[in-house]
């Protein structure tokens, strides 16, 4: 069964902190992962996708780590903007040359004055 | 300004009537897909289609229908057999279906039950 597996929180903390959210898949077949980020009664936006090596978009971080099946989003400095719903995505292979994407339910972020 | 319109923003249905949804994208993407989405749930696959008069069904497909009869336009209809269709639906599209293809979505429609 394909599954992606995040912790819903809600994580709360103050502006300025550090702080991570994990996410781990069952398909080791899984071919590409992103994160999304879904605001309240909004629809799921790219936030970035997962490259192998790593990769760094301004105050957040993407890991990935294939072996473990585990994909990891660090935000550094948070916002008060930064509040939504962290979306763990993965894409895999489904058959008949198509691909599909399966969604975890999302981390709550709040951060607070 | 491309994207992908979903219409209407609300929509309510009576006890026992089918109602369509619509999506519209106008960024020339090949596969289109439905979702749905209940409150603190992730995303469930309704019906994807990766090229026009061609469709499959999702991990969910079983009270709606849906058509694919031009490239842009991607309509999901809600049968009077989805007992429980209160949720938040929403259409995406990618350029191709391929790995490494994240789904940009259409802004969604919240259906509720008269």
């Known amino acids: 069964r394909k599954e992606v597996e995040q912790d819903p929180g809600p994580f709360n903390v103050p502006e300025g902190a550090t702080v991570a959210f994990n996410c781990t898949y069952s398909?080791?077949?899984?071919?590409?992962f992103f994160w999304y980020r879904q605001d309240c009664r909004k629809e799921p936006k790219l936030l970035m996708s997962?490259?192998?090596s790593g990769n760094e978009d301004g105050r957040f971080t993407a890991q990935l780590n294939r072996a473990s099946q585990y994909i990891s989003l660090l935000i550094r400095d948070s916002k008060l903007s930064d509040s939504a719903t962290y979306l763990c995505?993965?894409?895999?292979?489904?058959?008949?040359?198509?691909?599909?994407?399966?969604f975890g339910k999302g981390t709550k972020l709040s951060v607070i004055p | 300004d491309g994207g992908i319109t979903q219409s209407p923003k609300y929509l309510f249905r009576k006890e026992g009537q089918n109602v369509t949804l619509s999506c519209e994208q106008n960024?020339?993407?090949?596969?289109m897909y439905w979702y749905r989405q209940d409150p603190g749930q992730g995303l469930r696959l309704i019906y994807y289609?990766?090229?026009?008069?061609?469709?499959q069904k999702g991990d969910i497909a079983e009270g709606y229908s849906v058509s694919r009869e031009k490239k842009e336009s991607f309509p999901l209809t809600v049968t009077s057999a989805q007992k429980n269709p209160t949720a938040f639906y929403l259409c995406?599209?990618?350029?191709?279906?391929?790995?490494?293809?994240?789904?940009?979505f259409g802004d969604g429609t919240r259906l509720s039950i008269l």
């Open positions: 995505v993965v894409n895999s292979y489904s058959g008949a040359g198509s691909y599909q994407l399966t």
């Open positions: 398909n080791s077949a899984s071919q590409s």
């Open positions: 997962v490259y192998s």
């Open positions: 960024l020339n993407h090949d596969a």
């Open positions: 289609s990766q090229i026009v008069n061609d469709f």
């Open positions: 995406a599209s990618i350029p191709y279906t391929g790995a490494g293809q994240p789904q940009h």
